[in-house]
T-cell receptor, first 112, second 112 residues
Framework: QKEVEQNSGPLSVPEGAIASLNCTYSDRGSQSFFWYRQYSGKSPELIMSIYSNGDKEDGRFTAQLNKASQYVSLLIRDSQPSDSATYLCAVNEGGGSYIPTFGRGTSLIVHP | DVKVTQSSRYLVKRTGEKVFLECVQDMDHENMFWYRQDPGLGLRLIYFSYDVKMKEKGDIPEGYSVSREKKERFSLILESASTNQTSMYLC???????????FGSGTRLTVV
């Protein structure tokens, strides 16, 4: 059974710091990796996609993928209180699957 | 931007009622999904569809059915609502497994 593991948190960081969120996965054949942000009471929103080893940057967000070690991480630079949310990691295997496996999410709290 | 619209934000239904949850997307996506999200359990896939008239069971299809008569519309049906179906229901769509999901705003269903 495919698994995607995330620390549930909460991860608490001060405003302006770097928040580091981590995710490990079990399926070595996985090819697509996603991070979603979910504010309390709202639906998830896709914020980052990454497909190859290395870093991908988008504004204050950087996704890092290491397929050999089977982990993907999300760094949030200059964290703001508005970044406080639950972050969901999702992993798609290859071979035509349309269905990602979701982690249960890490709660991030950015305090002023 | 892709928009996924769920017809109701909040819904209260009685036990035994037949409940229809509607989802419409406006970007010609082939793939559509229904999830429920419960505290501590994460996102659980109910049904999905990758083409008109097609449907596939997800992880927890019992007590649910779906209909996809048109490409843009994917309906979730609770045949006889029960209190254990009280949950947040999320519809999502994607154009390709590599691109991640766009979620609707969710329907919080309470069955009394």
């Amino acid at each position: 059974q495919k698994e995607v593991e995330q620390n549930s948190g909460p991860l608490s960081v001060p405003e302006g710091a770097i928040a580091s969120l981590n995710c490990t996965y079990s399926d070595r054949g996985s090819q697509s990796f996603f991070w979603y942000r979910q504010y309390s009471g709202k639906s998830p929103e896709l914020i980052m996609s990454i497909y190859s080893n290395g870093d991908k940057e988008d504004g204050r967000f950087t996704a890092q993928l290491n397929k050999a070690s089977q982990y993907v991480s999300l760094l949030i630079r200059d964290s703001q209180p508005s970044d406080s949310a639950t972050y969901l990691c999702a992993v798609n295997e290859g071979g035509g699957s349309y269905i990602p496996t979701f982690g249960r999410g890490t709660s991030l709290i950015v305090h002023p | 931007d892709v928009k996924v619209t769920q017809s109701s934000r909040y819904l209260v239904k009685r036990t035994g009622e037949k409940v229809f949850l509607e989802c419409v997307q406006d970007m010609d996506h082939e793939n559509m999904f229904w999830y429920r999200q419960d505290p501590g359990l994460g996102l659980r896939l109910i049904y999905f569809s990758y083409d008109v008239k097609m449907k596939e069971k997800g992880d927890i299809p019992e007590g649910y059915s779906v209909s996809r008569e048109k490409k843009e519309r994917f309906s979730l049906i609770l045949e006889s609502a029960s209190t254990n179906q009280t949950s947040m229901y999320l519809c999502a769509s994607s154009s390709d497994r590599a691109y991640g999901y766009t979620f609707g705003s969710g329907t919080r269903l309470t069955v009394v």
